[in-house]
Structures are given as structure tokens and as C-alpha cells.
């Protein structure tokens, strides 16, 4: 799986160790390519070394290293993309041995998360992640670092940060963090309020690529960027869509997950991604056609596991279903509900409305009340926020009968 070579394209060397299962090495490696891609790089080769564990000194052994620089030389590659996260001594001694740029996973995807964040929250995030990064190796890195020049794998807060001391980048870490706590702070009062409004929340998770942006495109009409590339979009984006039997709900669309996901990308980022854990229902987007679909759905799973999002109603939409044969059938028996969709062309769509309005309405409070005509407000707020099976108007006010959040039946006095 390699990308069509430009004049201004680095060019690079795919590498990743298998320590027994060899196809997953060579899925992993062209996933990274697809990475690679989206940073705007170019494939020349792949090469998977089979030992017991990463060697600790080079990842790859230094007989393997020795090969990989002839490659380099016969290909007039830019450098090496280990599959995996380096330690400072590894990429080092990888580096004096092959004469070339050697960076890893982690690294290509903080670039890319760099060149792809867009809000000040996620650029901030980015950093945060990146710094933490290379504070851990700064010491022993030597002249690899110097290999590093431009390009891919040095997007963000700047070649300089690497140069500085172990100090400094803690004092900026420091501040990161204090900017990125007042951030969650104010999403906690917006998150607040919109409990306070009952208005329910649907949480979009899924791999990156799995086609979350277009379902909440699909959802809601909006125009969030959807492109076919690894982490097209970085930012959650809330918007609001009304179900088919009337009633508002608030969807957000959230980070893509990524097998091997740098841990420090994960803690940077944990604050909007615990987002999806005060949603009402977790809406998990798996691309149906990918070879891949399973471990995704699993990489997915244990994502939320570590976020502690393990309650919540989960509906698993097998998307892109006019990619795969028509009688292919996906289950996910771990899941409230599973829905095979479309979400570029609206197949399967009011079988995911009635699986989100099914949900909504077991997880709601059934009433059946009068309404004095001077909190009229009330019903309006019961047709917007719940689902309103009834209304009369008599003397002593509006008789209704309808499901509505525990908010807004608490707000009832119910």
C-alpha cells in the first residue's frame, strides 16, 4: 500500500517488529503508511523483522539496521518510521547506525495531530502531548536529534522546544496544563447547563476514518470537514439535529481512536474525550468495509474502558454498508442496538432514529400531569426535550401525557 510519489514528498522506510503474529505486523505497517500519507509523506518500502521482543538497543537488531541503510541509499530515502514508540537510546543508536532520520509512530501522529488541530484548545493539547513527549527523551537523544531537520515529525511548538532544557519544558507543560484545566472548567459550566436544559446528548466515537464526521453531517446538515484520511478532524463539534418524531438532541462528534494511540495523546486529550462519558447514549461508528473492522471496534472499546465510560447505552452503527455486499451481516452483541448504515447516502438512517429514540425513551420517566396555564412554558419545553404522546387543554390547564428526561421531570416535581 504505497502513495503516489511527488518532487517535494519525503520518502521514507516503513519498519515494525512482529513478536509472533506477522500479519498483524504488516496490517500495522500499512496503516502507518496511510499515516504517513495523511502527514503528507511518501512510502518507499515496508520491512517487518520477526524476533522475540523489540531488541533494546536498535528495535530492529543491528544486523537488520545495517540492511535498512542500504535500502535508504538505494531508494535515497529521507529516514526510517519505526512502527512502534522508541526510547531515546533506540532511535539514537538506529540513527548512527543507518546515518539517517529516524522517528516513530508516536511521533507521526503528534505531527500530524499538530498540522490538523485548529481550535486554541487542541493546538494546546497537541503541545501538551508533545512536550511531555520529548521531555522523556531529551536526555541520550545526542545527535539524532540533529537528523532531524524539517519536515515530518518536527510540526508544532518547534525544533528549539528539543533543544532546551528539562526545566524549561516543565515550566511549559505547567502552564499548558493550567490554560487546558480553565478549558475544562468552562466546558464543565456549558456541559451543566445543557443538563440543566434536558436536552439529551448522543456521543459519536469511532476509529479514525470509520466516518463520523459524515454521519454528523447526515444528522444534523452541518458541514464539518469529512475527507478520506487518518484524523481528518481533531476538534469535537457539537450541533443539534431534531429526530423524526419531533424531539432536540445534541450530537458530538469526537477524536478518532488509533491502535498503538500515544498514551500522552490520550491523557492531553482526556478532558474532551470524557465528553462521550456525560452523553445519554455512546454512538460507536465502525467502518463495515475495512478488513480491520473487528480490532477497530476492540481498539475503540478498550479506549472507553480506559476513559472509565463503561455505563452508558451503546448503539454500534456498521457504517459505509453500500461499500460491502448487501447481505453481509454486522452484530456487536456487546452493544444496546447495532444499525448498518450509510452515511454518505442516508442508507439505514431512520432504523439508527428509531434505535436512538427507543433508547432515549427507556431511559425516561413516563408522566402524566396537569400543567397550569400560567407554566405553559413547560409543554413547550416537554415537546422540544421529550416525547409528548399527549396534550388536552381543559379547564385547570394542559393535561398531558408524554416520556421526558429526569430533569425535566424533576423540574415537574415529579
Known amino acids: 500500500m504505497y502513495q503516489n510519489d511527488s518532487d517535494n514528498s519525503e520518502k521514507y522506510i516503513l519498519v515494525a517488529v512482529a513478536t509472533g503474529n506477522e500479519e498483524a505486523a504488516w496490517d500495522s505497517l500499512d496503516e502507518l503508511a496511510d499515516l504517513l500519507d495523511t502527514a503528507g509523506g511518501f ?18 537488531g543491528k544486523g537488520k539496521a545495517l540492511e535498512i541503510k542500504e535500502t535508504i541509499e538505494i531508494h535515497e530515502a529521507d529516514g526510517i518510521i519505526c512502527d ?15 546515518g539517517a532520520k529516524v522517528i516513530d509512530r508516536t511521533t507521526l501522529i ?12 487542541g493546538k494546546l493539547q497537541v503541545e501538551i502531548a508533545q512536550q511531555k513527549y520529548r521531555y522523556a527523551r531529551l536526555r541520550g537523544m545526542g545527535e539524532a536529534l540533529s537528523r532531524l531537520g524539517a519536515g515530518i515529525g518536527t510540526r508544532g511548538p518547534g525544533e528549539t522546544k528539543l533543544e532546551t532544557d528539562r526545566r524549561v519544558i516543565q515550566k511549559r507543560i505547567k502552564i499548558l496544563s493550567d490554560d487546558i484545566e480553565a478549558m475544562k472548567r468552562a466546558r464543565d459550566t456549558a456541559r451543566k447547563k445543557r443538563s440543566t436544559n434536558a436536552v439529551p446528548t448522543v456521543a459519536i ?11 454528523l453531517n447526515r444528522l444534523t446538515g452541518s458541514d464539518v470537514l ?7 478532524t481533531l476538534d469535537p463539534t457539537t450541533r443539534s439535529a ?37 452523553a445519554d447514549i455512546i454512538v460507536h461508528v465502525i467502518d463495515a468495509s475495512s ?10 472499546k478498550d479506549t472507553l474502558i480506559d476513559l472509565g465510560i463503561t455505563d452508558k447505552p451503546v448503539i454500534t452503527v456498521w457504517n459505509k454498508s453500500d461499500l460491502v455486499e448487501e447481505d453481509a451481516l454486522f452484530m456487536d452483541f456487546e452493544a444496546d442496538a447495532s444499525v448498518k448504515i450509510s452515511a454518505k447516502t442516508g442508507e439505514g438512517m431512520d432504523a439508527f432514529f428509531d434505535e436512538v429514540a427507543r433508547i432515549l425513551r427507556e431511559s425516561r420517566v413516563s408522566v402524566d400531569a396537569v400543567i397550569p396555564y400560567k407554566d405553559a412554558a413547560l409543554v413547550a419545553e416537554i415537546r422540544k426535550n421529550g416525547q409528548l404522546l399527549s ?10 401525557k408524554a416520556y421526558v428526561p429526569r430533569a425535566l421531570a424533576n423540574k415537574m416535581g415529579r
Do not use: W
Not at 84 to 98: H, V
Not at 110 to 121: G, Q, S, V, Y
Not at 208 to 213: D, F, L, R
Open 84 to 98: 512502534d514508540e522508541l526510547t531515546a537510546s533506540q532511535m539514537r543508536n538506529l540513527s548512527e547506525i543507518t
Open 291 to 300: 478488513p480491520q473492522a473487528e480490532m477497530h471496534r476492540k481498539v475503540v
Open 110 to 121: 503528534l505531527d500530524i495531530f499538530a498540522a490538523h488541530a485548529r481550535t486554541r484548545e
Open 43 to 60: 512510502t518507499v518500502c515496508q520491512v517487518v523483522q520477526n524476533l522475540d521482543h523489540p531488541d533494546k538497543a536498535t528495535y530492529i
Open 205 to 215: 466515537v469511532g476509529y479514525t476514518n470509520a466516518g463520523k464526521s459524515t454521519l
Open 226 to 232: 469529512s475527507e478520506d484520511k487518518l484524523f481528518a
Open 242 to 278: 431534531e429526530l423524526p418524531d419531533g424531539q432536540q438532541v445534541l450530537f458530538t462528534d469526537t477524536v478518532g481512536f488509533i491502535n498503538k494511540l500515544p498514551h500522552n495523546l490520550v491523557d492531553a486529550f482526556r478532558s474532551t474525550l470524557e465528553e462521550a462519558g456525560y
Open 391 to 400: 396534550e388536552e387543554y381543559e379547564e385547570d390547564g394542559v393535561h398531558i
